[in-house]
């Protein structure tokens, strides 16, 4: 059981774009999204073997409501995010991350 959340800088950045992104099209979804990558990462916190590995180590959660994956490593004291995914981009740009 992990206990906190840790971004890598490049997930923090994609994080952070596609919530202002989001809250540039219509006001309050932006936090909506936010919401949703916290409860996601709750679950990852709690069970992370429950999100299906897809690169070694690496696992991946999907955002019901929004069309980004979550990857991330499961370490023994936390959850370390490596990217914040938009499912249309080339899943070639997550080489390297991890």
Do not use: C
């Not at 992370?48 to 370490?75: C, D, I, K, N, S």
């Amino acid at each position: 059981m992990s206990s906190s959340v840790l971004f890598r800088p490049l997930a923090r950045l994609e994080l952070g774009e596609a919530v202002a992104w989001y809250k540039a099209s219509k006001p309050g979804i932006g936090l909506q999204l936010k919401d949703e990558v916290d409860v996601v990462l709750g679950r990852a916190t709690e069970t992370p073997g429950r999100f299906p590995r897809v690169r070694g180590e690496v696992r991946r959660a999907l955002l019901r409501r929004f069309p980004y994956t979550l990857h991330f490593l499961a370490e023994p004291d936390a959850i370390v995010v490596l990217a914040v995914f938009h499912v249309r981009r080339d899943p070639r740009h997550l080489e390297g991350r991890g």
